[in-house]
């Protein structure tokens, strides 16, 4: 009886710590030639996964290195393009946290998604992810009316008809 109590517990322990969200060690990810970006696609996705999994915080050192990490990627990275365009960006723009997870979001897309190439899907798709996370918060001080009416029109169901209203007139 006590293995399998013994038994059960490791099993559940286990369990438990693997599917807790940790961000992996990126200290020593280089991203200065392009072979280092060479099957990193992985590890950039569990650093979205952790984007999504933890709460916005500006104060988390570890959200912090996520980003920035993020963020070098993107902008390096020789293998997908990331177009950020003021007229989606603009309803993310009144906090840094708030354009972290819209760029989470669209690498995410992008990368679960490889033969998407249209840009407005690739948008619907980042906002259909960041959109439900968002709303989740508790702080939401921060947001634009403009974020408030974004949130709005996915709740609705009527996010792609707002997005084709606001961003391509």
Known sequence: MKRILLLSLFILLTLSTAFSQELPNLKHVKLRKKAHFRDINPLVLKVTEYLFATPVNHKNASRKEAGQFLIKWMNDTPFDTFILEEKETNFFNTDTELM??????????????????????????????????????????????????????????????????????
């Open 100 to 169: 972290l997870m819209y760029m989470a979001g669209l690498t995410k897309f992008t990368l679960e998604h490889s033969s998407i190439i249209n840009q407005k899907e690739k948008i619907l798709g980042a906002m259909q992810l960041v959109l439900p996370y968002l709303d989740k918060q508790e702080n939401k001080k921060s947001w634009s009316k403009e974020l408030w009416q974004l949130v709005d029109s996915y709740k609705k169901n009527e996010l792609e008809g707002f997005l084709n209203k606001e961003l391509y007139p």
